[in-house]
């Protein structure tokens, strides 16, 4: 900011009392999350859109292209709010801003130690999340290629074993199942064959009908949930790593934001100070002529 009007001049011509530092640096930190909120939501709408709308409301709660467009307007709205407060020096802009961020840092700061304490109810609701994905998995192709990428990333299959997919009404297993993969599961739960050129989505077929020890020489067995467990468990340093890499750029959003709130807070009155300095000055100035007895 430029030296407010009636300024002193023993501050200088390019005196500014609110950093320039602290003001651009706040600014292209918000521009940069800014731009990312909204590729998050244009992503989103483009998955939305391309997607039948049978399928689309039928898989709502587990969509994807949904959580992208909901996370990227919040984002998009927290960030516009510090990109303009820092750039005009909106003082109620920046403490919304450093506001609703100290409240989602305290959400996610929460989120973590609550599911640490009550990691079975955890868990429970994590499996309550993987079976209903199970259910839409033929309605929705992003939710499929996501189910199938954790598959084989995590060597598993289904939520607690590979048995959970009948909850799917194309792999169920009752008598009146006309469906052609009845009893079957993803090809994604079949252990990788070396020097396979082409991908056999039909090895998962009929291996609900078969017991663990036949299933497993076809297909993994263990479900996902313990898999996922394990490999949080096991990587723990990573987790902590990347909890402390999104908090981080949140507590420096807050700091340099609450810095700029008090500068500008300050340099507020100044104007109304600075004006009776100069209205006495001139008083005294006019006195000093009146009395002189010379011209």
Not at 3 to 27: I, W
Not at 223 to 242: E, K, P, T
Request: net charge neutral; proline share 4%.
């Amino acid at each position: 900011m430029a030296r407010r009007p009636g300024a002193p001049a023993a501050y200088g011509e390019d005196f500014s009392f609110v950093s320039p530092l602290v003001k651009y640096l706040l600014f292209f930190f918000n521009m940069l999350f800014w731009v990312i909120s909204m590729v998050m939501v244009a992503v989103g709408v483009y998955a939305r859109l391309m997607k039948h709308e049978e399928a689309a409301l039928a898989c709502l709660a587990v969509d994807p292209a949904i959580l992208l467009i909901v996370v990227g307007i919040l984002m998009f709205l927290l960030t516009f709010c510090g990109c303009i407060g820092s750039l005009r020096e909106n003082i109620c802009l920046l403490q919304t801003f450093s506001l609703c961020l100290t409240v989602v840092f305290l959400l996610q700061l929460a989120a973590g130690v609550l599911g640490f304490v009550f990691s079975d109810k955890v868990r429970g609701k994590v499996s309550e999340i993987i079976n209903n994905a199970i259910v839409h998995y033929r309605d929705d192709l992003d939710l499929q290629n996501l189910i199938d990428f954790g598959q084989k990333e995590f060597s598993c299959c289904g939520g607690i074993s590979y048995k959970d997919w009948s909850l799917n009404m194309y792999f169920n297993c009752s008598e009146d199942n006309p469906s052609r993969e009845r009893c079957s599961v993803p090809y994604s739960c079949c252990l990788p064959t070396p020097n396979q050129a082409v991908i056999n989505t039909m090895c998962g077929q009929g291996m609900q009908a078969l017991d663990y020890l036949e299933a497993s020489k076809v297909i993994y067995t263990n479900g996902c949930i313990d898999r996922l467990v394990n490999w949080i468990h096991s990587n723990l340093f990573v987790l902590g790593g990347v909890a402390l890499g999104l908090a981080i750029p949140q507590l420096v959003g807050i700091l340099l934001s609450m810095i700029l709130v008090v500068r500008v807070s300050y340099i507020l009155p100044l104007p109304h100070f600075h004006g009776n300095v100069a209205a006495r000055a001139r008083g005294t100035t006019a006195t000093k002529f009146i009395s002189s007895p010379f011209p």
